[in-house]
T-cell receptor, first 112, second 114 residues
Framework: SQQGEEDPQALSIQEGENATMNCSYK?????LQWYRQNSGRGLVHLILIRSNEREKHSGRLRVTLDTSKKSSSLLITASRAADTASYFCAPQSYNQGGKLIFGQGTELSVKP | EPEVTQTPSHQVTQMGQEVILRCVPI?????FYWYRQILGQKVEFLVSFYNNEISEKSEIFDDQFSVERPDGSNFTLKIRSTKLEDSAMYFC????????????FGDGTRLSIL
């Protein structure tokens, strides 16, 4: 099954700094999705990047995808305390039937 | 913005009892999912549902579990005879169609088995 592995497991930064999280996966994909989970809450979809895209932006988020290296990164610029959450990548292949397989995530702590 | 809603937010049940977790997916969505997250662990896929039938299920989704879409709006997960290890957050998700589309998650039901 297709699972992403996030790195680092934990990241602690000061407000205003940038946060970079990485994701690696093993087999070919059709898209890769990033989700955020605040403590005790559901997952919130952040951004989806297709396999034929290399970079995508959404507000303060920037996602890159390198299919040759089977890796993706999520950059959050000018971080805020409200960005404190766990972040997950979910690589997806159509032959998976639509399910998402989550890893352990990156736990981001942004200190005011 | 439309959202997935789940009820109840917290359910406490005695071991061996049946429990039904309810979800209202986004109205024009066609694909539905249940996931669970045991405290401190990963979010795990349970089952996917499309066109009124299960399209895929994980090893966790054994005979104790069932899903149903009893009407045009609700999507339910039933656990027939709960065990202590069923204690977890259960998340419902929906997706509008196949292809490059994200899933939209509810805030979950915290199930505590005593």
């Amino acid at each position: 099954s297709q699972q992403g592995e996030e790195d680092p497991q934990a990241l602690s930064i000061q407000e205003g700094e940038n946060a970079t999280m990485n994701c690696s996966y093993k087999t070919s994909i059709n898209n890769l999705q990033w989700y955020r989970q605040n403590s005790g809450r559901g997952l919130v979809h952040l951004i989806l990047i297709r396999s034929n895209e290399r970079e995508k932006h959404s507000g303060r988020l920037r996602v890159t995808l390198d299919t040759s290296k089977k890796s993706s990164s999520l950059l959050i610029t000018a971080s805020r305390a409200a960005d404190t959450a766990s972040y997950f990548c979910a690589p997806q292949s159509y032959n998976q039937g639509g399910k998402l397989i989550f890893g352990q995530g990156t736990e981001l702590s942004v200190k005011p | 913005e439309p959202e997935v809603t789940q009820t109840p937010s917290h359910q406490v049940t005695q071991m061996g009892q049946e429990v039904i977790l309810r979800c209202v997916p986004i109205s024009n969505h066609l694909y539905f999912y249940w996931y669970r997250q045991i405290l401190g662990q990963k979010v795990e896929f349970l089952v996917s549902f499309y066109n009124n039938e299960i399209s895929e299920k994980s090893e966790i989704f054994d005979d104790q579990f069932s899903v149903e879409r009893p009407d045009g709006s609700n999507f339910t997960l039933k656990i027939r005879s709960t065990k202590l290890e069923d204690s977890a957050m259960y998340f419902c998700a929906s997706r509008v169609r196949q292809g490059n589309q994200p899933q939209h998650f509810g805030d979950g039901t915290r199930l505590s088995i005593l």
